[in-house]
Structure formats: structure tokens, C-alpha cells
């Protein structure tokens, strides 16, 4: 998959905040909606301190709950095949969450490729990021990259950065569940 660190970076953060916000099932088990505000808080900021090196504050939290819920509509309509609502739900987004590209520069390291202004706010930084990231790859050879788990009562998303492309799992817990599903329809059968 031929995407610079960054481009990738930011794809695979918004994979992580997908997963984390977004309610739904995973790995074979409900993945219900957080509790109460609390949970939400902790579920973004770990994974937006992971990130970033930022803590979400409590007045951020919704905000970014509902970019997590939009970029799910992105994942969910490439699983579809309908790269037509995907593209429309990005560049809904970039309108949105004012994405332009800018060169960042920190102290004393080199100048690198952001997709928001230098003083974006937390959401619309990290909203504006996550959406041009996966404009890059939906604009690419590598569209079909990105989906939501193949598994039976799993609708986590994944980027596949495999070599050969052919992903269709979130994880390997996922994967190895599916294939023992199938094996055990087989042998059901012939038995």
C-alpha cells in the first residue's frame, strides 16, 4: 500500500476512534454505547492521547463521537460498494471540518503535511485529518483497503495494510472465529 506515514497515521486513527466511539457489535459480542458521559470521555481520550499526545476535554467528547460516527458511514459504505456515498460522506466531511493542507512546523522538526490549520481546534483537526486521510486512499488503487469486519456480530472497521490486500477481518480473533464457523458448517455437513 503505497501511502506516506502520515496519509497511513491518520487512516489508522480513524480507525481507532471508529472503533472506540462507535457503538455496534464486536469480535462476537455487543459492543454497547458508553455508559454515560465518563466512559465516552476515557474510550476518546485513550485513543486520541495514543494519537496526538492530547487529552480530549469533557466539552470535546460528543463532538467527537459524532465524526467517529461519520467516518463509520465511510467504512460501511466501501463494505457496501458504494464508493459513490463514501466519496460524498469525505468530502462532506472536508467541507465540514475545513480541511486544507497546511505545512506544520514544531520547534526544531522539519516541516510536515497537516490537513487542518495550525490552530484547528482538537475536533475539527483531528475530524478534518481522519477525512482527508481516507480521501487519499478512496482516490486511490487502494479504495477496497478499507471496510467493516467480515465476521458474524462484528461491525468493527479495519485498514488493510497487507501486502497482498486481501483483509476482510478486523482482527485476527475475527478471522480465526470465521474460519472455525466455516469448518464446523463443513464438517456438519459431511457428517
Known sequence: MRLDSHT????????????AAVPGESRG??????????ELLERLDSVVFAAY????????????A???????????AVADEDMDAAAAQVNSMITEYSARPTLIRRGTQPWHLHFHSADAALVPGIAAACAVGLA??????????IGVCSADNCDRVYLDTSRNGTKRF????????AKTAAFRARRATTT
Do not use: M, W
Not at 8 to 19: Q, S
Not at 53 to 64: I, N, W
Not at 136 to 145: C, K, M
Open 8 to 19: 497511513l497515521g491518520v487512516v489508522e486513527d480513524g480507525v481507532a476512534l471508529v472503533n
Open 29 to 38: 459480542k455487543p459492543y454497547p454505547p458508553a455508559a454515560d458521559d465518563a
Open 53 to 64: 499526545r492530547y487529552h480530549v476535554q469533557p466539552e470535546d467528547a460528543a463532538d467527537l
Open 66 to 76: 459524532r465524526a467517529a460516527e461519520q467516518l463509520h458511514r465511510v467504512f460501511a
Open 136 to 145: 487519499f486512499v478512496l482516490g486511490s488503487e487502494h479504495a477496497d483497503r
Open 170 to 177: 478486523c482482527s485476527t480473533a475475527c478471522q480465526n472465529r
